[in-house]
Structure formats: structure tokens, C-alpha cells
């Protein structure tokens, strides 16, 4: 009696384990995980403003307080930087691998001068920058990513109606561009 006690109770510890695994992975099987849909936005390396609800062309941003914009990045080429400056009350940054694991955040509380300058690169890339750190790069956080591919959710706060404009000229502005020394 006791060891088919045992083995009923193994058998559903088990079972919920493979439901939890079966839960979890389903993103990923059916495509609609969040990299893939931010691939699907658009071309890589280019911010993309998401829609209010009321839009229904154009992927849905659900907060009416924050303004959103998302942009898919690959380091394979080389280093990807990321800036934008305005005058907005609060933004943040939340960049992503192609996993949905969160890599780094930051918000302009956090940020070096209040913009946002960020570069994106891997860990050889890193190292080659920082023998020789361009002028350009001296105020910018450098983020190690550790697979090639990502991407990366810019937001702004929209406290009025009449901060809206400048909600917007910050994320229009905002770039995602590979990044070039100067020489």
C-alpha cells in the first residue's frame, strides 16, 4: 500500500512538472513569442512607436499613461547604440535578448546626463572598444550581450495630455542604428 501511495504521488508531482514545462515553452512553439513579434514591427535596427488600443493596424500599447516604442537589434555585425534625448518627464529602457530575458534596464534616473546613451555589444566587441574608447562613447553605458540578437523597449511618461507631443518627438527621435567610430 505504501509504495503505490509512493507512486501516485510521483506520478502527479511529475505530471504537474511536465504541464508547468509544456505551459512555459507554448510561446515559443507557436511563434507568438515576444522577439518574434517584435521582429514581425518591422526592419531591425529602427524604433517602432506602438499604437493606442484604438489602432488596431499597428502592434497595441495598453497603458494610455506611457508611450512606447520597440526595436529589434542584432550585434552580429557589430555594436548597436541606442540614444534619445528630449524633454520628457520619465523614460526607461529595458533591452532583452531574443529569449525574453531581461539583459539590462535603466531610466533616465539612472542614465549619465538624463538622455539615453546606450551601446549594445558582445563581449569581443567590448573588449576591442574599450582598448581604444572613441570620444563619442566616453558618457555612454556599454552592455554586454551575450547572444547576438535582441531587442529593446523604450517608454516615455505621458503625465497630461499636453505632454503629449513631446512624448512623441522622443520616441520619433529615439535611434537604434548600428554603431561606426568616427575616425
Not at 503505490?4 to 510521483?10: G, P, Q
Not at 510561446?27 to 515576444?34: H, K, M, Y
Not at 529589434?72 to 518627464?89: C, K, T, Y
Not at 551575450?146 to 523604450?154: F, N, S
Amino acid at each position: 500500500m505504501r509504495s503505490f501511495l509512493y507512486a501516485i504521488a510521483v506520478g502527479l508531482v511529475g505530471a504537474a512538472l511536465l504541464h508547468i514545462v509544456i505551459i512555459l515553452s507554448l510561446p515559443s512553439f507557436t511563434g507568438r513569442d515576444a522577439y518574434t513579434r517584435v521582429q514581425a514591427f518591422g526592419e531591425t535596427n529602427r524604433f517602432f512607436p506602438l499604437a493606442d488600443a484604438g489602432d488596431t493596424l499597428a502592434p497595441i500599447n495598453d497603458d494610455p499613461a506611457m508611450k512606447t516604442a520597440v526595436c529589434a537589434f542584432s550585434v552580429e555585425n557589430g555594436p548597436i547604440r541606442l540614444f534619445a534625448e528630449g524633454d520628457v518627464p520619465f523614460w526607461s529602457l529595458a533591452i532583452y535578448d531574443s529569449a525574453s530575458n531581461e539583459v539590462f534596464s535603466m531610466n533616465d534616473r539612472t542614465s549619465v546626463s538624463g538622455a539615453l546613451d546606450t551601446l549594445l555589444a558582445t563581449p569581443i566587441q567590448l573588449i576591442a572598444l574599450r582598448k581604444a574608447l572613441p570620444q563619442e562613447l566616453e558618457q555612454a553605458i556599454l552592455v554586454e550581450m551575450r547572444g547576438e540578437e535582441g531587442y529593446a523597449v523604450l517608454r516615455t511618461f505621458v503625465p497630461a495630455q499636453s505632454r503629449l507631443d513631446a512624448a512623441t518627438a522622443f520616441l520619433a527621435d529615439a535611434s537604434c542604428e548600428p554603431f561606426t567610430a568616427e575616425q
